[in-house]
């Protein structure tokens, strides 16, 4: 089994120094090898990585640079050209690979050899070849069955250092249960972050007041002299505010995903289309600062490790479709209860929603589960389903005066 462990690096003066040289050096091999890709035909990552010890005879500067990270930095490039093409295969418009400037090239890969993780003189370190020993804050210990096989060592925008170490266990992920008792269907919303089948509703992290701080240095930001040195440092501002907001909002979704991970069988969610969703024409910040699609990765990996059932269903219907007798039910957006017409079922928009999402990932899976659909039905004559006007003259518990769309006119 194969995870990631992220640290913080806490680099002297002098190391921090030589890791942005590092860094830097890296940055001009990969653009002296998009030049050669722009120029020279049947190019590979393998015959241009063959090209790097005669490099290293005109380019003295290589020689101060792990042989393993150059290597890294021309498969880099040729990744980056690989998934470029899957895209356009894909049906996306996409260009061509850029020259890259100081500010957008900020990390450097070990792999399999070059680095070692240390403890001298009590302090934990990361010994990384032609750089030094580089202090960490290693606040998460690395098992002992497990190996490092690759270290990525960013810097961030905000200045900050940080290690991603690859390790690589003998032990595979847990089996999945054949026959999954803990079972839960959550649907992703707006008004509440997730609602799930255990009548659950999980509030999003209130993230006003990081909000609030990072457009107040942006405005800050516009008011200076572009290139200034007050520029750059409130450019070093700007960047520590969306840190800020992001490590908030990765935190929430970090636990929220552990717990579902851990606590369930199998775990059914929306197969969403995040990508989608944010080019919709109303809500787009509120689509964006929910984050949906990284929930739902991070949910993924961990019900993997977990040994846990992750399926990820069509939502098409769910919202509609009444989860006892089945009938689908046309509601308008503001509207927050379910009520059905047909069978008389009535329940929160989402947690109805949830129903049909545990339902279909439970067929997905091939589970066995009881289905309580009524013998006949209320719909309309010639119709098969009901029209969001029977939904409102149902009525709904929640729904206030206020929200009622007005008539007048």
Same mark, same amino acid.
């Given at each position: 089994?194969?995870?990631?462990?992220?640290?913080?690096?806490?680099?002297?003066?002098?190391?921090?120094?030589?890791?942005?040289?590092?860094?830097?050096?890296?940055?001009?091999?990969?653009?002296?090898?998009?030049?050669?890709?722009?120029?020279?035909?049947?190019?590979?990552?393998?015959?241009?990585?063959?090209?790097?010890?005669?490099?290293?005879?005109?380019?003295?500067?290589?020689?101060?640079?792990?042989?393993?990270?150059?290597?890294?930095?021309?498969?880099?490039?040729?990744?980056?050209?690989?998934?470029?093409?899957?895209?356009?295969?894909?049906?996306?418009?996409?260009?061509?690979?850029?020259?890259?400037?100081?500010?957008?090239?900020?990390?450097?890969?070990?792999?399999?050899?070059?680095?070692?993780?240390?403890?001298?003189?009590?302090?934990?370190?990361?010994?990384?070849?032609?750089?030094?020993?580089?202090?960490?804050?290693?606040?998460?210990?690395?098992?002992?069955?497990?190996?490092?096989?690759?270290?990525?060592?960013?810097?961030?925008?905000?200045?900050?250092?940080?290690?991603?170490?690859?390790?690589?266990?003998?032990?595979?992920?847990?089996?999945?249960?054949?026959?999954?008792?803990?079972?839960?269907?959550?649907?992703?919303?707006?008004?509440? #972050? %997730?609602?799930?089948? =255990?009548?659950? +509703? $999980? /509030?999003?992290? @209130?993230?006003?007041?990081?909000? &609030?701080?990072?457009?107040?240095?942006?405005?800050?930001?516009?008011?200076?002299?572009?290139?200034?040195?007050?520029?750059?440092?409130?450019?070093?501002?700007?960047?520590?505010?969306?840190?800020?907001?992001?490590?908030?909002?990765?935190?929430?979704?970090?636990?929220?995903?552990?717990? #579902? %991970?851990?606590?369930? =069988?199998?775990? +059914? $969610? /929306?197969?969403? @289309?995040?990508?989608?969703?944010? &080019?919709?024409?109303?809500?787009?910040?509120?689509?964006?600062?929910?984050?949906?699609?990284?929930?739902?990765?991070?949910?993924?990996?961990?019900?993997?490790?977990?040994?846990?059932?992750?399926?990820?269903?069509?939502?098409?219907?769910?919202?509609?479709?009444?989860?006892?007798?089945?009938?689908?039910?046309?509601?308008?957006?503001?509207?927050? /209860?379910?009520?059905?017409?047909?069978?008389?079922? &009535?329940?929160?928009?989402?947690?109805?929603?949830?129903?049909?999402?545990?339902?279909?990932?439970?067929?997905?899976?091939?589970?066995?589960?009881?289905?309580?659909?009524?013998?006949?039905?209320?719909?309309?004559?010639?119709?098969?389903?009901?029209?969001?006007?029977?939904?409102?003259?149902?009525?709904?518990?929640?729904?206030?005066?206020?929200?009622?769309?007005?008539?007048?006119?």
């Amino acid at each position: 089994m194969r995870y990631n462990n992220r640290y913080r690096l806490k680099p002297t003066e002098e190391l921090h120094e030589q890791l942005a040289w590092t860094v830097d050096i890296c940055r001009q091999v990969y653009n002296h090898f998009l030049h050669r890709l722009n120029r020279v035909d049947g190019t590979s990552a393998y015959s241009e990585q063959s090209l790097l010890p005669d490099l290293k005879r005109e380019w003295d500067e290589l020689k101060d640079v792990h042989s393993k990270v150059l290597q890294k930095t021309v498969q880099r490039l040729y990744d980056n050209l690989s998934t470029l093409k899957g895209r356009k295969d894909n049906g996306y418009h996409v260009g061509e690979l850029k020259w890259k400037a100081p500010r957008e090239y900020r990390s450097i890969k070990y792999s399999q050899t070059g680095f070692k993780l240390n403890n001298t003189s009590g302090r934990p370190v990361l010994s990384l070849s032609k750089i030094g020993d580089v202090p960490m804050v290693y606040h998460r210990e690395v098992p002992d069955d497990a190996t490092i096989k690759e270290v990525v060592v960013k810097q961030e925008p905000t200045g900050e250092w940080f290690a991603v170490l690859g390790l690589e266990t003998e032990n595979d992920a847990p089996p999945k249960p054949e026959h999954p008792e803990k079972c839960v269907g959550i649907d992703a919303g707006i008004l509440k #972050y %997730a609602h799930d089948t =255990d009548g659950t +509703a $999980v /509030e999003g992290p @209130d993230l006003d007041d990081e909000r &609030e701080q990072l457009e107040r240095a942006q405005r800050n930001l516009s008011r200076k002299e572009h290139g200034s040195a007050n520029y750059r440092k409130q450019q070093r501002v700007v960047a520590q505010r969306h840190a800020d907001l992001k490590r908030r909002r990765q935190d929430f979704l970090h636990k929220l995903s552990n717990y #579902y %991970a851990r606590q369930y =069988d199998l775990v +059914a $969610v /929306e197969d969403l @289309d995040a990508k989608g969703l944010m &080019e919709l024409p109303s809500n787009s910040r509120n689509r964006a600062g929910a984050a949906w699609g990284t929930f739902l990765r991070m949910l993924e990996y961990k019900c993997e490790r977990e040994g846990t059932h992750f399926v990820a269903v069509d939502p098409r219907g769910t919202t509609k479709e009444c989860s006892k007798c089945g009938v689908s039910i046309e509601k308008p957006l503001w509207v927050r /209860e379910h009520s059905c017409p047909s069978c008389g079922f &009535e329940a929160d928009r989402d947690l109805n929603a949830a129903y049909n999402i545990l339902a279909r990932g439970l067929d997905q899976v091939g589970v066995v589960h009881s289905d309580s659909l009524p013998a006949e039905t209320a719909l309309p004559v010639g119709t098969d389903s009901v029209p969001a006007k029977r939904v409102i003259e149902t009525g709904s518990p929640v729904l206030s005066e206020a929200a009622r769309p007005s008539r007048a006119g």
